[in-house]
């Protein structure tokens, strides 16, 4: 039986061929995940131990009080720790907001800079790749992107604001590496002396305090002497604790980098796994007779179902190997295109690690065997007079009562679970709920695959029937001739075409619901804000603005924190108006708003507990605390009011002069955009941190960042469509064996060798429609259902021309299947094959 086994691998070696590319795609996107998390996981590490290996010791603000009691290291204390004993040295590091100005006078980034201290001595951690540390305090360092983005060179000028705002110039000696800290990779970064950085900053303590131990003295020894010294409110831990810590906080956050994509993997699988129980089907379907003759020669059932069992794990085995080695060549191919992408990743080397080969190995081998369990099974009933049958007995399907009532149970469940997601208030539970919905619908489309297969083929190849004449008809009824192999093979093309369809609905969806809500929330030309989000806008901008006759309405916005609340906090505003600004309320109309009123939004209400007609008392910093009647709510995501708007005078006896936070623009009608623009521009250009912003562009930042992704997951799930397009191969090839007979007598009635192509190249479209169909209308339906769990009021969008092209690409990716199994068969001799059957 051994022997025979081996002899049926190498006789099927094409089949065997296209299943071990589906397993080794599946296994190949599992172990790259891992070999790419793991390397950057590595790296990362690596990286931040090299860079602590020249610390001893680190001090850092204390988690048990509030981050407003202990939000730095004071000098006082820096001076005890240098003081302990078996310190060497102590350093504290300054890091804040130190905003660069760039050559058009404008403050570089949406966001301002960082500013940080650049140690001196051996403590020094910063990288400089070119020029020299600061040494003076006139002196600063870039980090290389900024510069390289912004213009500037080692010997430039460069002027920087304070905390204040007020400009301050710097001489350029040196550019650094940021080396792998996100958020100075993010915002850039200027670098300075440490009592510079200070003044600059505003930052009145030290973020965290490196230690150099006395030579002979142990990291844990002088650990213990400096914790000693600062007490039980600071954090105090080895260097080599601390490079751990660094690569948690600093470090990608692979984890939900590693979970979506083996998501990805373990669709791939499935499908793979539907492709193995396909293909032991048709083989074991080609071996009747073989198998039958086994028997009659001795071979019991367990023999052959054992040999089928042999078959899929050493198909299961080599397919994991391939696979595992096809992962490492994903996972390298990563990282080099991250790389060269400019991501801020480590060097470190790809590497297969122990845990990854044993993953990929069982989940092959488990995932092979466990298709093909079936199959074998079904080996085992082959009766030995079966040896005896010139042609293969064609099987036919009937639908069990165990299956109907299974399918309804998942249907009715699936149905039920999502109807109770959309009664649910949006978020991620409802979201959880149309998921295991749409899993349970899916189960009862798969359990009843066999019974709609036919009639969803009859409709699908209602046209192709009737373009392709005899051909077409022929390929309609042989599509429905095995309806649970057909079932098998669309169900495998239907998960991949349902994921993409769901997620073109959902971004659509998304992408119209966010277009609306932009409308409503920005229904202006020009919006300017600070690039500090916490600082002010000079109220001079705003009122340059409204001497601009090519604007028509000019609407500032001003507020301030206070406290109350179940947060804390919460923000008390007002608001200079337009003749035409009219924010929408949900009660009355913004003229509701007098002396002592107030209207508020809905979150603060659900945060205060208040309704329309309660006082709310304030505290404010001229007036006391004053109680204001509520007379109005209004919905924070379609109206730009701050939380609790007042009137203007009542505000300013509050709170006295305060900035303006947001300024609101509409250009006059009849005046160019750009023109209007270049008016906006202007009247900023005096104010470094003020950025204009129009909804084109925040709009436009929203669609690339949309399209980037579902570029991205769907070219992952084209995964998924490739090991389907597979399954269709065999099953074509199958049908080929099954009809050998039929085929030759076709061709001896008179059909071509052209016909003969043409009729299983229609048989495979109409298999890839009936897939593409199925997976539309679930597609469409989850998508749906899942974008209403997601957020409130939303537009719903369907995105026909990319559904239609879905369709259409599935109906010719079954064509493409179809041209070798198509090819052979034609080739086929009419004579062969009939003294063959």
């Known amino acids: 039986m051994l022997r025979a086994t081996l002899a049926g691998l190498r006789a099927h070696r094409l089949r065997l061929l296209l299943t071990s590319l589906a397993i080794a795609l599946g296994v190949g996107f599992i172990a790259g995940t891992f070999v790419l998390t793991d390397t950057i996981d590595a790296g990362f590490t690596q990286k931040f131990t090299a860079a602590a290996d020249r610390i001893d010791a680190a001090v850092t603000p204390g988690s048990g009080g509030a981050a407003a009691t202990v939000p730095r290291i004071s000098g006082a204390v820096l001076e005890r720790i240098r003081d302990a004993d078996g310190v060497a040295d102590a350093q504290g590091l300054v890091r804040g907001t130190s905003a660069l100005i760039g050559k058009d006078g404008k403050a570089a980034g949406d966001r301002p800079t960082a500013g940080v201290s650049v140690a001196e001595g051996p403590l020094n951690r910063t990288t400089i790749t070119s020029g020299a540390a600061p040494r003076s305090a006139t002196q600063a360092v870039l980090d290389e992107n900024t510069a390289k983005t912004r213009g500037f060179a080692v010997g430039d000028t460069i002027m920087v604001l304070d905390s204040e705002n007020t400009r301050h110039e710097f001489t350029l000696v040196g550019l650094f590496d940021v080396g792998l800290d996100q958020e100075l990779g993010f915002f850039g970064a200027v670098g300075y002396t440490t009592g510079t950085a200070q003044a600059m900053t505003g930052e009145k303590g030290f973020r965290e305090v490196d230690v150099a131990a006395a030579e002979g003295v142990a990291q844990e020894r002088v650990r213990g002497a400096v914790a000693a010294a600062v007490g039980p409110d600071y954090q105090v831990m080895t260097g080599e604790r601390f490079a751990e810590d660094m690569a948690e906080r600093n470090g990608a956050d692979t984890e939900m980098i590693k979970i979506g994509l083996l998501l990805f993997g373990l669709v791939a699988m499935f499908v793979a796994a539907l492709v193995i129980y396909n293909t032991f089907n048709i083989l074991i379907a080609q071996r009747t007779r073989e198998m039958a003759l086994l028997r009659c020669i001795g071979a019991t059932r367990g023999q052959v179902f054992g040999s089928i069992v042999l078959e899929s794990a050493v198909v299961g085995l080599v397919s994991s190997v391939l696979g595992l080695l096809l992962g490492y060549g994903l996972g390298a191919g990563a990282l080099a295109v991250l790389r060269a992408t400019g991501a801020p990743l480590p060097s470190a080397t790809a590497a297969l690690e122990p845990r990854t080969v044993v993953l990929g190995l069982l989940v092959g081998l488990v995932v092979t065997v466990g298709a093909a369990l079936l199959p074998a099974r079904s080996a085992t009933r082959v009766a030995p007079i079966a040896a005896l049958r010139t042609q293969v007995e064609e099987r036919t399907f009937r639908a069990g009562l165990v299956r109907v009532v299974f399918a309804v149970l998942f249907l009715v469940a699936g149905v039920g679970a999502t109807v109770a997601a959309l009664r649910m208030e949006s978020g991620q539970p409802a979201l959880m709920m149309v998921v295991a919905g749409g899993s349970l619908v899916f189960l009862a489309v798969l359990a009843l695959g066999p019974v709609i297969v036919k009639p969803l083929g009859a409709f699908a190849g209602w046209l192709p029937a009737r373009v392709f004449g005899v051909p077409g008809r022929l390929a309609v009824d042989n599509s429905g001739r095995n309806p649970k192999r057909s ?177 609101m623009i509409n250009a006059r009608d009849g005046v160019d955009p750009g023109q209007a623009r270049t008016v906006v521009e202007a009247a900023a250009q005096p104010y470094p941190t003020a950025k204009v912003a129009s909804s084109t562009e925040v709009r436009g930042e929203f669609d690339e960042a949309l399209d980037m992704m579902l570029m991205i997951i769907t070219g992952l799930l084209g995964l998924a469509v490739l090991i389907s397009l597979l399954g269709i191969a065999n099953t074509l090839s199958l049908s080929v064996h099954e009809r050998t007979r039929e085929s030759a007598l076709l061709r001896a009635l008179g059909l071509t060798r052209p016909q003969l192509r043409r009729m299983l190249s229609v048989e495979a479209l109409i298999l890839g429609l009936v897939g593409a169909l199925v997976g539309v209308v679930l597609g469409v339906a989850f998508g749906w259902a899942a974008a209403r769990t997601m957020t409130g009021d939303v537009v719903f969008q369907l995105p026909v021309l990319q559904i239609l092209a879905f369709v259409a690409l599935s109906g010719l990716a079954g064509v493409l299947a179809a041209v070798l199994p198509a090819r052979g068969a034609a080739r086929a001799s009419i004579v062969g094959a009939l003294a063959a059957g």
Do not use: C
């Not at 309660?614 to 009647?629: E, H, N, S």
């Open 487 to 663: 079932a098998t093979t669309t169900v495998a093309l239907t998960v991949g075409v349902t994921l993409m369809t769901m997620l073109a609905v959902l971004t659509g969806t998304i992408r119209a619901t966010y277009t609306q809500k932009l409308d409503e929330q920005f229904p202006v030309d020009y919006m300017v804000q600070a690039q500090d989000r916490t600082s002010g806008l000079p109220r001079a901008l705003a009122e340059d603005l409204r001497t601009r006759p090519e604007l028509t309405s000019v609407v500032a916005f001003r507020e301030t924190a206070v406290e109350g609340g179940e947060d804390g906090k919460y923000e008390v505003g007002t608001f200079t108006a337009a003749p035409d600004f009219r924010p929408e309320l949900h009660t009355g109309s913004i003229d509701l708003l007098r002396p002592g009123t107030a209207v508020v939004a809905d979150h603060v209400v659900k945060q205060l507990g208040i309704k329309v007609g309660d006082r709310l008392p304030i505290r404010t910093t001229r007036a006391g605390t004053v109680d204001l009647t509520v007379v109005s709510t209004f919905d924070s995501q379609n109206t730009s009011l701050p939380g609790v708007t007042v009137p203007e005078q009542d505000f300013r006896r509050y709170f006295g002069t305060v900035d303006d936070s947001l300024v």
